[in-house]
Structures are given as C-alpha cells and as structure tokens.
C-alpha cells in the first residue's frame, strides 16, 4: 500500500512506539535538496544533520542507500566483465535501478525486458543488506526491525510490496524527501538547528555508490568498477554532461564499449529508435527524471531556476569526496555472503519483474 502524508508518518510513529528498531536509509540524491525544504539554496548538503533529524524522528540508525548501489555496482561490473571475456552478452544491457524506467519497459516495451540488469534497486538491496547483515552487527533481530527508505521518488513506494524470501519486505515504508519536510515541521524541527551526525560506520559508500543520483552516475560506476575488476584505473568524467541524449565509447584493457546515457521518456524512444535501425550499444542507462534521482518527483518544488543542475553537481562533488572509488575494495562489501548476491538479490529481482509486467506472482 503507497501510504503517504501524515498516515505515514503515523504508521511509522505506530512502530516505534511498539518497540520496533527503526532504520532509515538516505538515498544519494535527497541529501543535497533536503536543504530546500528549510529555505537553503539547492544543492546544500546536508547528510549531518540529516542523520540528526532523523534520529530526532526516533530512527535507531541511519545508513545509506549508496551502500546498496555499491553492492549492486559491485556485482553487475562482475557480471558484465564476465559478458565481455566471453563474448556472450545479450546486449544492449539495461539498468535496473530506475523503477520509473522499469515500469515503463514492462508496459510498454516488454520485449527489452530480459536485457534490463537482473537485479534489485539500491533501496532494496540496502533494505535486504540492513536486514539480513546489519542486523547481526545490531544485535537486533531482523523480525522485529522496520526500514524507512527516505527517497527522492514516489514511485519508490510501488518497491514497499515486495518480499525477501523469507518472507521479510525488503523496504517497509518510503518517505519522499517533501514528506520528510512535512513530517520536520509537523514535529517543530528544524534541519537547521540539527547537529552534525554520523552515518553508521558499516554503510558508508564509494564514490561509485553516491554517484548514482544523478545522470552518467550508473554509467560511471560500471566503466570503473569494470575497469578496476579487471585490473586498471578508470576516469570517466566526459560522462558528467547533461544532455538527456548522449552517447561515448570507452576503452578497457582490449575492451571496447559502446555506451549510451537517456534521462526522459522522448530520449528513451529516439535511442530506442536508433537501435531499432542498428545501433549497437553494450551498456544503456535509462532514468526517468530530468538529470536522474536529483530532479524525481518527490524532491522539493524547486524555487531556483537551475535547482536540479546546482543538485547535480553537488551530488557529483559528495561522490569525489569519497575514500574508496570503487566498490571492489569496500570492506563492508567483503563482509557480505557471496550466495546473498547470487541467490537472494536475483530471486527477488525476476519477483519484480514479474510485477511490472503485470504478473505479480
Ligand atoms: S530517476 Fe526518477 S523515477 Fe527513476 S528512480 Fe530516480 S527519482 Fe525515481
């Protein structure tokens, strides 16, 4: 069910009040417009002091989605390495991270749909990671912990359905970045006044992860964390443009990748166009919203002329600041179970797809 507004927050208030382990988890693009929402320019981070609010909410812990989008780089640039070195790929290979974009392909373009990634989204995956891994780290039993993705999409509450094997959600609840505002000034908090907290150690991301937020993010992220799964240093920062159509080719070791970046539906159906009449592409990403996730529907109205690009570049700055700049050499990414990846993760993907088509199982 898409709860929304102040039936949401209620809900949320209902399970910690019975004694529920709240987490939240921040999606890369909401903590540089979040600020909008309390009267800062766009483009402000804010992840202390988002934290602080939102254990000032009562959340127990705070971790990041771009953990999950780590985990999910991490496996995909394994997998599409292997593609290459064997030179058996059903090209062109789509992302699924977009739920925008996935649910569009399922109505509208079903016979893309065994070419998008086999994956779940970094809400899901941070969601199942919290669950199943994080909870030991907690001591916390997962039964009893509920997981609040705090995120820059509506349609991100569509993702509240699905279920891990046995049997948990993934993701209970989704709070858009408006809501969050709401929800604050409903409590009389201010992001302002917040102190600056800390993400919980175990979550924190690579540059790879954050950058996901915003357009050529996902791009970005599989061209290095190929290239680094395959032994070289990768910069790809001619993918940081914003033109909803854009095309480059990458050089890896004897590799070379053909690439194709759309944010926007007319975009999405001249690339597909061009494919139709025989352009070949190994890697599209697709995003619905105008420069990815930082301009999604549940962002703040913005009040600046140049508010999702000033997101943008922001988001793209966090990402730079980041220690690692892959996920390959993530501790926190080592720690996880191998047979989580392969089984876990992909089950509960062909459970979505099946969803977006139309037949939910
Ligand atoms: S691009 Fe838009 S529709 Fe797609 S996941 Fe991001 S915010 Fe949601």
Redesign the pocket.
Known sequence: MDLMGKELFEKIREEKKSGKFLVAQIAP?MRVSIGEEFGLPAGTETTGKLISLLKSLGFDEVIDTSFGADAIIYIEAKEFAKMLESGKGNFPFFNS?????REYAGKRHPEIMPQISNIV?PMMMAGSIAKLFFSKEWKVNPENMTVVGI??????KHETVFKMPNGLRYVDYVVTTRELGDWARQEKLDLNEMEEGKMTEISVPSKDGVIF?TTGGITEALITSIADYLGEKKEVLELRKNENLREYKFKIGKYELDVAVV?GYPALEKLLEKIKQGSKYHFVEV???MY??V?????PIPKEKDAMLKRSEALRKIADESKEKTPMNLKAIRMLDPSFFEHLALKGTSRCFAYFSGKNE
């Open positions: 693009a991270c977009c739920v925008g974009w989204t995120m820059p999409c509506t349609l991100k937020g944010y995003m619905q919203c990815g996730c301009g999604g529907p549940g962002q």
